[in-house]
């Protein structure tokens, strides 16, 4: 899980160097999304 987060996140940091400013927050939501995703996962994983 962590290593599909890297690459996700890693992806995005490369498209971050040719956007405009619109773009990059969009690529940020997505980003924050993204950890927000995984962090729900592991919190649901837990309980189990």
Do not use: S
């Amino acid at each position: 899980m962590i290593f599909a987060l890297t690459i996700c996140l890693g992806l995005g940091a490369l498209v971050l160097r040719k956007v405009d400013t619109r773009e990059a927050i969009l690529l940020l939501a997505q980003a924050a999304l993204i950890v927000i995703l995984i962090t729900i996962l592991e919190q649901h994983a837990r309980r189990e």
